[in-house]
C-alpha cells in the first residue's frame, strides 16, 4: 500500500501548501455537497493525504444526507423537519466541538456552511498552529481572528478565513465552490518561494499515518483499493 499522510496541526506550514489543499478540500466537499451531503466533523483528523499529494475526506458518520430527504418529501409530500424527526436526524450538536459552526453547537437547522465554517478553522489551524478564536467558543457573541504575533500570511488568506468564520450566515462564505476562488485567488498572489524544500527539511504539519489501523488487515485492504485503485481513486472515503 503507498505511504499515507494525515494532517496533524504541530505548528504553522507555508501557506503555499496550506492553500493548495485547501483548494483540494474545496473541491472534494463541493462535490460531497452537491450530492447533497453535508458532512459536519471536518478537522485535520479526517483529512488524508497521499504520498503523491491528493487530499482524502474521511469519516461521514455524522453527515446529513439533504438530497435524500428532499427527494423522499417530493415523493411523499412531508416536510423536510417532519423527514428529519422520523428518520432520526434532526439537527443536533453533533460533531468536534472546537470545529463546529455556532448553529451547528446551538442544535439549529445546518446547511454547507457548517462545513464552510468547519474549513476555515482547519486551514487556520494549518496555517499558524492554533486555533481562530479563544476556548471555549462564545457562541452568543463574535470574535476577532486570532492571528498569531508576526504571522506571515497574505491579506487575500486573511479575507479568505474572515469569511469563512463569521457568525453571520449571510456574510459568511456560501459555499465550499467560492470558499475555493478565493483560496486560489490568495495562492496566485504568492511569489514562488526561492528555496526549495525536500525531505524531513519542510516544516510540515503531515506526519506518517501508520499506526491506527493494527489488526485491521482487511479494512487496510479495501482502503488500499478505494483510495489507490485504477484511475484516480476516490476523493470521499467513509471509514467506521
Not at 505511504?3 to 493548495?20: D, N
Not at 475526506?57 to 423537519?81: C, N, P, Q, W, Y
Not at 453571520?168 to 462564505?173: G, K, M, N, P, V
Request: proline share 5%; charged share 25%; net charge negative.
Amino acid at each position: 500500500m503507498p505511504p499515507v499522510l494525515v494532517l496533524h496541526v504541530a505548528g504553522g506550514s507555508e501557506e503555499r501548501e496550506v492553500l493548495e489543499l485547501g483548494r483540494q478540500l474545496c473541491d472534494a466537499l463541493g462535490y460531497a455537497h452537491d450530492q447533497g451531503i453535508i458532512h459536519r466533523d471536518i478537522k485535520p483528523a479526517n483529512l488524508m493525504r497521499t504520498r503523491d499529494g491528493r487530499l482524502k475526506v474521511l469519516d461521514f458518520g455524522i453527515a446529513l444526507m439533504r438530497k435524500a430527504k428532499e427527494d423522499l418529501e417530493d415523493a411523499f409530500g412531508a416536510s423536510t423537519t417532519e423527514l428529519d424527526a422520523r428518520l432520526g436526524e434532526e439537527p443536533r450538536a453533533a460533531g468536534t466541538p472546537v470545529y463546529m459552526a455556532p448553529e451547528q453547537i446551538l442544535g439549529l437547522d445546518q446547511d454547507a456552511r457548517v462545513d464552510v465554517w468547519a474549513a476555515g478553522v482547519t486551514l487556520f489551524e494549518l496555517l499558524t498552529g492554533q486555533r481562530p478564536y479563544p476556548s471555549p467558543l462564545n457562541v452568543t457573541e463574535g470574535f476577532e481572528l486570532a492571528w498569531p504575533e508576526g504571522c506571515r500570511v497574505s491579506d487575500a488568506t486573511r479575507r479568505a478565513m474572515e469569511g469563512c468564520l463569521t457568525f453571520s450566515l449571510e456574510a459568511r462564505t456560501a459555499s465550499m465552490q467560492v470558499l475555493g476562488e478565493h483560496l486560489a485567488d490568495a495562492l496566485g498572489g504568492l511569489s514562488r518561494p526561492e528555496v526549495v524544500w525536500k525531505g524531513s527539511e519542510k516544516k510540515t504539519n503531515l506526519v506518517p499515518f501508520d499506526d491506527a489501523f493494527v489488526g485491521r488487515q482487511q479494512d487496510l485492504a479495501a482502503l488500499d483499493a478505494s483510495v489507490f485503485g485504477e484511475g484516480e481513486g476516490h476523493r470521499l472515503v467513509s471509514l467506521v
